[in-house]
């Protein structure tokens, strides 16, 4: 769900098109479920960019 997540933010994905993987879950779920993926993706771009800001050279 993750790389999906990541393809529709790149536009590569048909807008209101659910992975397969969700089919069958019902949309509580899936939100739920992309809240907890946004939520590590943006924690790791955090991580990262601080990470870079503060390494020495």
Do not use: H
Request: negative net charge; aromatic residues 2%.
């Amino acid at each position: 769900m993750t790389k999906q997540l990541k393809d529709a933010a790149k536009g590569s994905t048909a807008e209101n098109e659910r992975p397969a993987a969700c089919n069958g879950v019902d949309d509580k779920t899936v939100q739920k479920y992309v809240g907890e993926i946004m939520e590590s993706e943006i924690g790791k771009q955090v991580d990262d960019t601080l990470n870079s800001a503060t390494a020495q050279p």
